[in-house]
């Protein structure tokens, strides 16, 4: 989850599936959390590798926007992937959670910046499927990149609210990585490591537990089913975020499964 001031998403995976969210956390008596954190001990996860392809070195995120945004709402998304790798930001950062993604076989990845496409037109319509999303995916560049489309307020996609965003990757001569990103805020309020669906994933590949979705809820030190853990407060705006990048920007990302710890990682 990535919080940015004016704008939300929500997604499930890691990578960029890109989420904007302003969220406040009601937090309980610290004596109340000492006593069920006590109670609550996290259990060993462990994501198998299945010998597939993961996105690793230089890798470009190319962006879609699909329906009318504003400069501030783009603005949001590329100072995040900006944060990624930008480890002069005050600590907590968003470049050292992303940085958990080193552990996994093959070392770094570094993403870059690539197209960014405008489609305020809705040239496939409001309503889409999820061949419509590969479609407008399609139209960036194939080659070790992440096509992301991201789809306006107003914009709904087959399954949208059981989900408000996916990943995967097309077949055939032209394959490519791509992710849908949708913004919840008016129709249903409150990949990296498995690109190829031959990752890091736990179960069975059609309904994968992935790096990110394996910690969900979990935001802070201490999180327990119903408590997102130990989080920051911005002083000014009241928003809880654990991860601070670019430009004076406050995130709050989700705990990412640590391949070395067998455990979920988070920032504070």
Not at 87 to 111: D, I, N, Q, V
């Amino acid at each position: 989850m990535i919080m940015g001031s004016g704008y939300s998403f929500a997604t499930h995976s890691s990578l960029l599936l890109l989420f904007i969210f302003v969220i406040t956390i009601a937090e309980p008596s610290a004596a109340t959390t000492r006593k069920l954190t006590a109670l609550v001990q996290q259990q060993p996860l462990t994501l198998k590798y299945h010998n597939g392809a993961l996105l690793k070195g230089n890798v470009t995120v190319n962006l879609i926007w699909y329906g009318k945004f504003t400069p501030i709402q783009r603005s949001i998304i590329v100072d995040f992937l900006l944060s990624l790798k930008y480890f002069r930001a005050t600590l907590p950062s968003a470049a050292l959670w992303w940085s958990t993604t080193e552990k996994y076989k093959g070392g770094s990845s570094t993403l870059v910046i690539g197209k960014q496409i405008l489609d305020e037109n809705l040239s496939l319509g409001k309503n889409l499927k999820n061949s419509h999303l590969i479609a407008l995916a399609s139209k960036a560049g194939h080659l070790n990149s992440v096509n992301v489309v991201l789809t306006a307020k107003d914009v709904t996609v087959e399954g949208f609210c059981m989900r408000c965003g996916t990943h995967g990757s097309t077949r055939g001569k032209t394959r490519f990585t791509y992710a849908w990103v949708g913004n919840s805020e008016t129709q249903c309020p409150a990949t990296v490591t498995n690109p190829y669906n031959n990752g890091y994933f736990q179960g069975p590949p059609d309904a994968p537990l992935e790096a990110v979705s394996a910690c969900t809820g979990v935001f802070g030190s201490g999180a327990y089913p119903g408590y997102a853990g130990q989080v920051l407060v911005d002083k000014t705006t009241g928003a809880s975020y654990n991860a601070n990048g670019v430009n004076g920007r406050k995130y709050l990302v989700p705990a990412m499964w640590d391949p070395r710890t067998s455990a979920c990682s988070t920032l504070v």
